[in-house]
Each structure stands twice: as structure tokens, then as C-alpha cells.
């Protein structure tokens, strides 16, 4: 089972930073800095698995790792009915965090101690529907196809009907896959500067959705009508001349991980999709360490750098006393 715990997705550092786009490793130090915090905070994105307890000890109430949703409850070999036991406290820990105890209903007794627990586990599930469908033909297909592909960036887990899914690439970056071809074509000719260009059909495009014309990337960062205004240079890529009718070709296909954290891989057809999003603070010191991270390794980890106002000292990438507050805001028993 792959245990995929990643907090801030590389759109998010990319607009920290101020980056023209992907670069080879940011993704890496995306997935390094949540590494560190899952292992300092938790899980913030839910994983399923079976857990065993020794009921036994407890005449009541029996403490549980951070439950935050059931699939069943087996005592000593016996399913109970959801009228057995009761989940504390009734109103969870914290909006959209966990369970931290579980209590046997009086008809029940005492838990023996073999209590074993499905379902999801972790401190915080929270989703947020993106507004667009998918189809996965099979279990094992890698390649996820959506009609606007500004919305799926490597770092997100996505969940279609019940299987969790990681975004590994997308959006011209590091490993993505290839643009598909668009209908619309250049409506006039575009130097190397220029930041907004005609289109034969604007209504094509989404606001965000990464182009590909001739062999430079793009960003459209508004639309009216057929006039999009561009980023340039995309994904470190040369500006350039394009010709009236150059052919555009458009991000919209994602690498994906498939059946992570313990769901199941399975085909989906025309499905919703959305996607997990972690607390806001514990997303934004992923970010902040992503960031520090990346800056570091970019003066060779000596931790300055010249520029025309003088050196720039980087903080601590890993901050403890951040992320030690944080800890506090999630603390259980």
C-alpha cells in the first residue's frame, strides 16, 4: 500500500515562489517537506486499514488512533451493529478531524481484547470538488484525461468515487505528459514578447490551462472573448515566434498513482472528481519549507545568497518552533 501524505501541491509553491513555471526537483521538495511533517504531525489525508486494540483493558470507553470515518467493528470475531458502540467525542476532535475513542453501548459489556477497527484513520479529512469528471477504463491505467487542465497539478490526491489517486505529473513539467491538439489555432502572428494573442475559439480554453505552441509553453493567465493574455516562457521554456494558424496544443492529461493510502484501484466512468485538502496551516508551512528547501539547494545548502541589496539568509527550513505550534493544534488526549 502505498501511504501517500503530501500537503500543498506544486501550482501553490510555483505561485509562492514566483517561478515561470515547473522545474526538475521542486515537485521532490514538495513531497520531502510533507514527509517530514506526516512524521512530526500525522496524517492529514486519510488512509485505510484495519487496526486491532485490546479492548480487555478498559471498562469503558477504549482510546483509538485518530478514527475518522468506519467500515465496520469486529469484537472477538462478531460485527457489531452501529448501536453497540458509540464514537467519542460525539463531536469529533476538531471540524473535520477525528474519533479518539470508542464506547461499548450497555447491552454490550466490556470490549474484548481483540477489537479490530476498519475504516479511515488520520487527524483531518476535508475534500473539495474540482467540477470535473474522469473515466478510467481499467484499474491499472496511469493516464487521467480531464477537460480543464488547469485543475489537476502534481501533489494533489484525488478522490473518484472512493479510490484515492496521486497526481505525479501534469502541466508540461518535470515528466508530464504530452499536450493534446487543440482546434483553435493562432489567429495572427505572435512575436517573442508579446503577452496576449488572438485565438480562432477562446471558449476552448480555461483560465490557468498550460498551451504548448511550437516548442514553447505557455500560461494563460486571463481570457476575454478570443484575446487570452499569456505567461511566457512557461516551464523555463524560450520565448519565441509563432506564426498566424500555428497549431496549439493543450495540457489536459495527468500521470497518475493509483489505489493510494489503502484504497482500492477501480474503473470509473464520467466519475467526480475532487480533491483532499490539508489544514490550512499545516499546508501552508508544507509550502514554506517546500520553498526554503528549494532556495537552499539553489545556493548549493549554504544557506545565502548574493543579490544586488546584499546576502539573503534563509531561516531554517525546518522551523520547530512552527511546527511545534502546530502540533498543539492537533494534540489528542
Not at 489525508?45 to 469486529?74: H, N, Q, W
Not at 511550437?214 to 511566457?232: F, N, P, Y
Request: aromatic share 8%; glycine share 8%; proline share 4%.
Amino acid at each position: 500500500m502505498a501511504n501517500v501524505q503530501i500537503f500543498c501541491y506544486l501550482k501553490q509553491v510555483i505561485d509562492d515562489l514566483g517561478l515561470p513555471g515547473d522545474e526538475a526537483g521542486l515537485f521532490d521538495r514538495i513531497k520531502e517537506a510533507s514527509q517530514v511533517l506526516a512524521n512530526k504531525l500525522g496524517h492529514y489525508i486519510p488512509v485505510s486499514e484495519a487496526r486491532t486494540f485490546d479492548g480487555s483493558k478498559f471498562s469503558g470507553e477504549v482510546k483509538i488512533s485518530p478514527l475518522l470515518s468506519v467500515t465496520s467493528v469486529v469484537n472477538d470475531g462478531d460485527t457489531l451493529t452501529t448501536d453497540e458502540y458509540t464514537l467519542l467525542p460525539l463531536n469529533r476532535e476538531w471540524p473535520d478531524g477525528p474519533y479518539s475513542y470508542i464506547l461499548p453501548e450497555d447491552n454490550m459489556g466490556q470490549f474484548s481484547d481483540e477489537l479490530v477497527i476498519t475504516g479511515n484513520w488520520g487527524k483531518y479529512s476535508k475534500t473539495q470538488a474540482l467540477g470535473i469528471n474522469g473515466t478510467l477504463a481499467t484499474a491499472v491505467v496511469t493516464s487521467l484525461v480531464v477537460t480543464n487542465g488547469s485543475l489537476l497539478w502534481p501533489g494533489m490526491v484525488l478522490l473518484i468515487d472512493s479510490e484515492q489517486m496521486l497526481v505525479e505529473a501534469s502541466n508540461g513539467g518535470e515528466n508530464s505528459p504530452d499536450p493534446t491538439l487543440a482546434t483553435s489555432q493562432l489567429a495572427q502572428d505572435m512575436d517573442d514578447h508579446s503577452e496576449e494573442v488572438l485565438v480562432d475559439n477562446g471558449a476552448e480554453f480555461f483560465q490557468g490551462e498550460v498551451l504548448r505552441l511550437d516548442s514553447e509553453d505557455v500560461l494563460i493567465r486571463r481570457k476575454a472573448g478570443h484575446i487570452l493574455t499569456l505567461q511566457r516562457g512557461w516551464n523555463n521554456t524560450t520565448r519565441a515566434e509563432h506564426k498566424m494558424d500555428c497549431a496549439m496544443y493543450v495540457y489536459r492529461t495527468a500521470t497518475i498513482q493509483r489505489g493510494v493510502n489503502g484504497s482500492t484501484a477501480a474503473t470509473h466512468s464520467g466519475a467526480a472528481i475532487s480533491y483532499y485538502k490539508p489544514p490550512e496551516d499545516v499546508n501552508y508551512l508544507t509550502r514554506q519549507i517546500a520553498a526554503l528547501m528549494r532556495q537552499k539547494a539553489k545556493t548549493g545548502f549554504s544557506g545565502r545568497q548574493s543579490g544586488e541589496n546584499g546576502e539573503a539568509f534563509w531561516i531554517n527550513e525546518f522551523p520547530s518552533s512552527k511546527i511545534h505550534d502546530i502540533a498543539l493544534n492537533y494534540k489528542l488526549w
